[in-house]
């Protein structure tokens, strides 16, 4: 019980000192993940459209990798980018300078991009599905192409495409086993609040530790709190 | 005499196994009003969707406009713009009253409907309610929106799956009244499926009676309703018809 409020004081402190160390992990840790989540909604959205919305051959195999990328463990994809990455991996031979590196938060963002976008494909094709078919006829009736008629659905499904954000940010804002093996967790390059708990951890600086613990739940917290503000707008809209 | 807006040859139309519609002609001329009778599972929703080209013929043709459609054809969007369908139950977006009445509008390009949308709010009687959210209206209310809609695109043709099913007497005329000019000041053509008799014989010109998929009779309302050529028709008209 002491640690945790020494912990809370230790967060206090860090945040109204404005900590430069503390800023720079925070930050970081917001870039990798706000450029994942975005990354993972220009994949996702569109791919749980076509999910939800198209009949092909290979919609179910599509659905069940989906489903089976919704419950992957963070820890066996970063070991896949790792070893994609890795000197003597397919990728990491190639000498494309767009290419992420391991150890760089490109290579962070492409982990936690592989994580979230399923997660984001998996809630939205659910969200859409989940529209009336009598509304999407309607729709059509009234003279739609199909791209406005999947436009039109997407905004109709706007409360679940909002969950499908909040449940792809939540997969990745706490995630450390991926961005450990691929970041490496260096000092003010690949450093973020999750593997920064790991290692005070690791050296018993428990206070730090649980100070960064606090500053991440808040983080999540404030980040979500934004979201479902925007999800009651479009309540209200 | 002239030329029909729609003709429908040997058309079919078959779900699995099971065909639910199987026409061997059907003519609908432009500016007429049509009521389509027959009991549930007639195939009268199908011939609706098919006629808004919701749908493919599974066989057989649909001729709209001069152009024919068979089952692998798709028709141009211009085309399937002129016709649009008032379903039974009022299917409206999430957003305001005035927003559900613009979206066809919306969906055409066209952005200076302002006008056009408070007349057909004014025509429906719901221009007090035009910023209300859609989705708190009343069933009868609700329907009006879908009506003003369907309306505020001007279609050549407007279809009615049943709209005044489960509606209290003045929606439904207020619904009939705004169709019935509809048809007088644009000549709009209306096909309506109904299952109240009363009601064809108000608004139709022309009775088509459908059983199990199958074109029993079409004929004026008037004959209809009075000398049917087919007996099941008479029974039908008789309330005799056990289905």
Redesign the interface.
Same mark, same amino acid.
């Given at each position: 019980m002491n640690l945790i409020i020494r912990g809370l004081m230790e967060a206090l402190r860090l945040i109204f000192s404005f900590d430069p160390a503390l800023a720079e992990i925070v930050s970081l840790s917001l870039y990798v993940t706000g450029v994942a989540l975005l990354f993972s909604a220009l994949i996702g959205i569109p791919l749980g459209v076509l999910l939800g919305l198209t009949r092909f051959p290979g919609r179910r195999l599509l659905m069940a990798l989906v489903y089976t990328g919704m419950g992957f463990p963070p820890v066996v994809i970063g070991l896949f980018v790792y070893l994609l990455l890795s000197r003597s991996g397919p990728l990491g031979q190639l000498d494309w300078s767009w290419l992420p590196r391991l150890f760089t938060p490109s290579a962070m963002i492409l982990a936690q991009t592989i994580i979230a976008f399923p997660v984001v494909a998996g809630f939205t094709m659910v969200a859409v599905m989940s529209i009336?078919p &009598?509304?999407r #006829? #309607?729709i059509?009736?009234?003279? &739609?192409?199909p791209w #406005?008629a999947a436009a039109?659905i997407l905004?109709?499904a706007r409360m679940g495409l909002i969950v499908s954000l909040i449940a792809g940010f939540g997969s990745i804002i706490s995630e450390v086993g991926a961005v450990m093996l691929v970041g490496g967790n260096i000092e003010h390059r690949t450093r973020v609040l999750t593997t920064a708990i790991v290692l005070e951890t690791r050296k018993g600086a428990f206070d730090l530790a649980i100070a960064l613990g606090i500053i991440l739940l808040g983080l999540a917290f404030l980040a979500n709190l934004a979201m479902l503000r925007l999800q009651g707008k479009t309540v209200d &809209? | 005499m002239t030329a029909p807006l729609y003709h429908l040859g040997n058309l079919t139309r078959v779900y699995g196994v099971r065909c639910v519609l199987e026409v061997d002609a059907l003519d609908i001329y432009p500016g007429e009003v049509v009521a389509i009778v027959g009991p549930s599972g007639a195939g009268k929703s199908t011939l609706l969707r098919l006629l808004n080209f919701l749908e493919p013929p599974t066989s057989g043709t649909l001729r709209f406009c001069e152009q024919e459609f068979g089952p692998q054809d798709t028709p141009p969007l211009d085309l399937r713009r002129r016709v649009t369908t008032v379903f039974q139950r009022p299917q409206l977006l999430n957003r305001s009253v005035y927003a559900n009445v613009r979206y066809g509008l919306q969906l055409r390009g066209e952005r200076n409907g302002r006008a056009q949308i408070e007349t057909m709010l004014r025509e429906v009687g719901l221009e007090a309610l035009a910023e209300q959210p859609a989705r708190t209206l009343s069933g009868g209310e609700a329907q009006r929106v879908a009506l003003a809609r369907a309306m505020a695109l001007q279609p050549d043709v407007l279809l009615l799956d049943e709209p005044t099913a489960n509606l209290d007497p003045c929606n439904v005329g207020l619904i009939e009244a705004s169709v019935q000019r509809l048809n007088h000041t644009h000549h709009t053509t209306l096909v309506l499926v109904t299952h109240n008799l009363f009601q064809a014989r108000r608004l139709a010109q022309r009775v088509v009676l459908l059983l199990e998929g199958r074109v029993i009779e079409a004929a004026d309302t008037e004959t209809f309703f009075t000398a049917p050529r087919d007996p099941r028709a008479a029974a039908f008209v008789r309330g005799e018809m056990i289905y």
């Open positions: 009336d &009598a509304l #006829q #309607q059509s009736a009234l003279g &739609a192409t #406005q039109t905004s109709e &809209a | -």
